[in-house]
């Protein structure tokens, strides 16, 4: 059974950094890429970064990057997402996916709030 726990998310002044942490059991390989999308309240869910499984390459939305950076730890089994210089506009929930090839498998988010 694929599980994937999120943690790290909180509440951060602007200007601030949070790291985000997914840890995932459950599967060992046959999967293409993890990745975090986040949907703030009234908005669509939008993609963040994903990590390629093959060669590690990596994918960051416009209004991230440069600001965040994804990464992989294959023996804690464990995506994080490093943000910082965070904005209001990031407020969202984040949440962490792993692609397989018949779908994608999802963890229950964490907030990220970003206000003075």
């Known amino acids: 059974q694929v599980q994937l726990v999120e943690s790290g998310g909180g509440l951060v002044q602007p200007g601030g950094s949070l790291r985000l942490s997914c840890t995932t059991s459950?599967?060992?390989?046959?999967?293409?890429?993890t990745g975090w999308v986040r949907q703030a309240p009234g908005k669509e869910r939008e993609a963040v970064s994903c990590?390629?499984?093959?060669?590690?390459?990596?994918n960051y939305a416009d209004s991230v990057r440069g600001r965040f950076t994804i990464s992989r730890d294959t023996v804690k089994n464990t995506v994080y997402l490093q943000m910082n210089s965070l904005k209001p506009e990031d407020t969202a929930v984040y949440y962490c996916?792993?692609?397989?090839?018949?779908?994608?498998?999802w963890g229950q988010g964490t907030q990220v709030t970003v206000s003075s």
């Open positions: 996916y792993v692609g397989f090839v018949f779908g994608r498998a």
């Open positions: 459950g599967f060992t390989s046959n999967y293409y890429a």
């Open positions: 990590i390629d499984s093959a060669d590690l390459s990596t």
